[in-house]
């Protein structure tokens, strides 16, 4: 039984839900977090803007690629040896997977309603905010998260829950930070794949619990291969 309570896919109540974020502190960032937010800071500013946030959901679809590319290896690796692989160790790497591709999709639909809606405000793409940091940022994250869980899972498992909470609470007070957005209508195209919301508000509330959910199913998943509480 999961320990923690999940809402995707669920009707929740995403006012109640976005000031539980509030009230929760979050947890600890390790210093490779702490100098990416710097390095976000540093380029995008402080304030919680659609670039920035457009530069985070980017990030975060890189752990599940390297949990899904890094399972396949690992189960070529397991097909193609001399004796018959293990079958609890084929079955993780296939929950691995399965949990990569189900993650990094949601993350890709955030991308995608980001961008559209960046298009619809106007706002130009630039060099360095759009082309150069973006990339920089991405090849770095997703290999350190490859040998991550190449050596040690847990390590990549621990690292992702910390960047999904800082993604919710990101998230979370951009709201905040916008009290204008909940009166502020939107659309989308891709709300054809994605839950639809009718302000920029409760679209960043969704997206936040998004996160939560993530973050939730990576501490669930470090607890259940090493057999160890998780820190927070």
Do not use: C
């Amino acid at each position: 039984m999961a320990q923690f309570e999940y809402t995707m896919g669920k009707d929740v109540d995403l006012r109640a839900e976005w000031e539980k974020t509030l009230d929760d502190p979050g947890l600890r960032s390790n210093g490779i977090l702490r100098t990416m937010y710097a390095a976000m800071d540093l380029i995008y500013g402080k304030n919680r803007e659609l670039e920035k946030f457009m530069v985070i959901e980017l990030l975060a679809r890189y752990p599940y690629w390297a949990w899904e590319t890094g399972s396949y290896l690992r189960l070529s690796r397991q097909y193609t040896k001399t004796r018959f692989p293990d079958k609890v160790d084929s079955d993780l790497a296939w929950h691995h997977i399965e949990m990569g591709r189900r993650s990094q999709d949601n993350e890709q639909w955030h991308l995608f309603i980001l961008d559209e809606l960046m298009r619809q405000r106007g706002i130009k793409r630039k060099f360095i905010k759009h082309f150069l940091l973006p990339r920089l940022l991405a090849w770095s994250y997703y290999y350190l998260t490859r040998l991550m869980y190449r050596i040690k899972p847990e390590l990549s498992f621990d690292m992702n829950a910390r960047f999904e909470s800082h993604a919710e609470h990101e998230y979370a007070k951009a709201v905040v930070d916008h009290p204008q957005w909940e009166e502020e209508k939107i659309d989308s195209s891709y709300f054809e794949f994605y839950p639809r919301m009718d302000t920029m508000a409760d679209l960043f509330r969704r997206i936040s619990l998004d996160e939560r959910d993530h973050k939730h199913e990576s501490w669930e998943e470090y607890e259940r291969i090493t057999g160890r509480a998780f820190t927070p």
